[in-house]
Nanobody, 116 residues
Framework: QVQLVESGGGLVQPGGSLKLSCAAS????????ISWYRQAPGKERELVAT????????NYRDSVKGRFTISRDNAKNTVYLQMNSLKPEDTAVYYC?????????WGKGTLVTVSS
C-alpha cells in the first residue's frame, strides 16, 4: 500500500533552516508528482510546493518563494523540502502528498515550530 513518511521537523529560531524528507513506498515513485502541504493551528491545510515526476518543474506558494526548495531523488524514493529564512508564520505540521488515480495519499506529518 502507499506509504509516505515525513521526517526532519523540529524547533528552530526565526531565520534558521530545516530540511524535511518524505520517504515513499508502495507505488512507482518516479511516475508521480509529489507535493508538500502544511497546516497551522486553527487554519486549513495549504499547498506549499510541488515537484514533477522527474523534478524538471517545481511550483511554490507565494509566501515561500525564494526561501523554500523542493527536490526529489527518484533512486531513493524520497522528496525533500529545504526551508531557509524561516519565519514564525511557517510554524505548522508539514505533510507529504501524492495523488494517484484521483485519490490523495498523505503521510502523518512532521511538526515545524519557528520560535525564539
Amino acid at each position: 500500500q502507499v506509504q509516505l513518511v515525513e521526517s526532519g521537523g523540529g524547533l528552530v529560531q526565526p531565520g534558521g533552516s530545516l530540511k524535511l524528507s518524505c520517504a515513499a513506498s508502495g507505488f512507482t515513485f518516479s511516475s508521480y508528482s509529489i507535493s508538500w502541504y502544511r497546516q497551522a493551528p486553527g487554519k486549513e491545510r495549504e499547498l506549499v510546493a510541488t515537484v514533477t515526476r522527474v523534478g524538471g518543474s517545481t511550483n511554490y506558494r507565494d509566501s515561500v518563494k525564494g526561501r523554500f526548495t523542493i527536490s526529489r531523488d527518484n533512486a531513493k524514493n524520497t522528496v525533500y523540502l529545504q526551508m531557509n529564512s524561516l519565519k514564525p508564520e511557517d510554524t505548522a505540521v508539514y505533510y507529504c502528498n501524492v495523488r494517484i488515480n484521483y485519490l490523495h495519499y498523505w503521510g502523518k506529518g512532521t511538526l515545524v515550530t519557528v520560535s525564539s
